[in-house]
Each structure stands twice: as structure tokens, then as C-alpha cells.
């Protein structure tokens, strides 16, 4: 079955304490990108990246980090989570970044930095 | 960007038909329209796409007005299921893929 996986779906931390959320598709997608979502706001790309090893910003990348080292996996990572990282994050994939596909979503992570 | 304009919310009754609508009178001509949906507690779900003619899939069919300025999502039976925020988005590339606030469609029993 086509899918995007992210663990963990839930995560409590600590402000400071180093975190990584990972996500991985098994469609062989060249397309990633990470989103968070929070209420009133919409979804906000955060990072994405267009093949292995090619990572770049999205709008709201700070205190953010990504890696691509493998075409399935899409790791993020949050070097010192802070409470404004409190929010729901969703990982997508897409066969390519043109708009003439679809895009497949994790079912998301729910993070609380207190 | 191209801007959007859908109810804030629509009601429907099970095994009913449900037409969900979409301004986007700012559409670039290289803009793909896209459905995607999004139960609560889950991440958003693809329905349909398309570029200037009508679709069909085995969730929706999508019909597109001929100006392109406009379009209508059609779920042909709405089951308990379907109950979802309901998103119409024009996209070019996935760089600029920008989810409004949406339709909430309740699905009455």
C-alpha cells in the first residue's frame, strides 16, 4: 500500500532537548516536504526537498533542520525545541514538485514542548 | 498566488449528493486545481485534480468552468465518512501549495 510514515504520531519534550520526527514513502517519490499546521494559520511548508541530498527553506524554517540522505526517508530535526514549536506536523511526498500529481500525507505528529 | 473563496461550512445528508464550490477568479493558466480533505485528528487526504477539463475518480468527480475562475467538487452519494474540511487548491508546483481555511462538510444521518 502506498503510504507516508511518520513517528512518533504523538511527543511531549522539553524545551532544549534535541528531537528528530521521521517520515518515510515507499512510492519512491522524488518530492518531500514538511508542514505544520496550527490553528487559524493553515499549513505552512517548513522545509522540502526535490531529491536526495537537495533540501532547501520553505516559509517558516527557523529552529528547523532536514536531511535527505536516502529518497525515501525525510527526517526533521529540531536542534533546541522551544514552546512556539508546540503545533501538529504533517511530512508529504509527491511523484515530482509539478503541480500534475498528487501528494500523499502522513498522518502526523503532534508535538508539545513544554 | 491564486486566491480562494469556499464556504465556511456546508450540511448534506447521507447517500445524498454533495456539491462543494470554489472561487479562484486569480487562477494562472499553468495552475492545476487540486481537492484535497482533511478528517479531523488526520493528515490531509488527495481527492481529485485537474487542469481544464472535467474529472472523474472512484471518490469525486470535478467539474471546472470553462473560464477556469470556478469549480465544483462533487461527491455523488456523501456517506458519514465524507465529513471532512474540504480544501480547493490551485497549484503550479508543490513549493507553492497553500491550504486555506476551507469547507466543513457535515454529514447528516
Request: glycine share 6%; proline share 6%.
Amino acid at each position: 500500500e502506498a503510504q507516508v510514515t511518520q513517528n512518533p504520531r504523538y511527543l511531549i519534550t522539553v524545551t532544549g532537548k534535541k528531537l528528530t520526527v521521521t517520515c518515510s514513502q515507499n512510492m519512491n517519490h522524488e518530492y518531500m516536504s514538511w508542514y505544520r499546521q496550527d490553528p487559524g494559520l493553515g499549513l505552512r511548508q517548513i522545509y522540502y526537498s526535490m531529491n536526495v541530498e537537495v533540501t532547501d527553506k520553505g516559509d517558516v524554517p527557523e529552529g528547523y533542520k532536514v536531511s535527505r540522505k536516502e529518497k525515501r526517508n525525510f527526517p526533521l530535526i529540531l536542534e533546541s525545541p522551544s514552546p512556539n514549536q508546540t503545533s501538529l506536523y504533517f511530512c508529504a511526498s509527491s511523484l515530482s514538485i509539478q503541480g500534475g500529481t498528487e501528494a500523499f500525507f502522513g498522518q502526523g505528529t503532534r508535538l508539545t514542548v513544554v | 498566488d491564486a486566491k480562494t473563496t469556499q464556504p465556511n461550512s456546508m450540511e448534506s445528508n447521507e447517500e445524498e449528493p454533495v456539491h462543494l464550490p470554489c472561487n479562484h477568479s486569480t487562477i494562472s493558466g499553468t495552475d492545476y486545481i487540486h481537492w484535497y480533505r482533511q478528517l479531523p485528528s488526520q493528515g490531509p487526504e488527495y481527492v481529485i485534480h485537474g487542469l481544464t477539463s472535467n474529472v472523474n475518480n472512484r471518490m469525486a468527480s470535478l467539474a471546472i468552468a470553462e473560464d477556469r475562475k470556478s469549480s465544483t467538487l462533487i461527491l455523488h452519494r456523501a456517506t458519514l465518512r465524507d465529513a471532512a474540511v474540504y480544501y480547493c487548491i490551485p497549484l503550479y508546483n508543490f513549493n507553492k501549495f497553500y491550504f486555506g481555511s476551507g469547507t466543513k462538510l457535515n454529514v447528516k444521518p
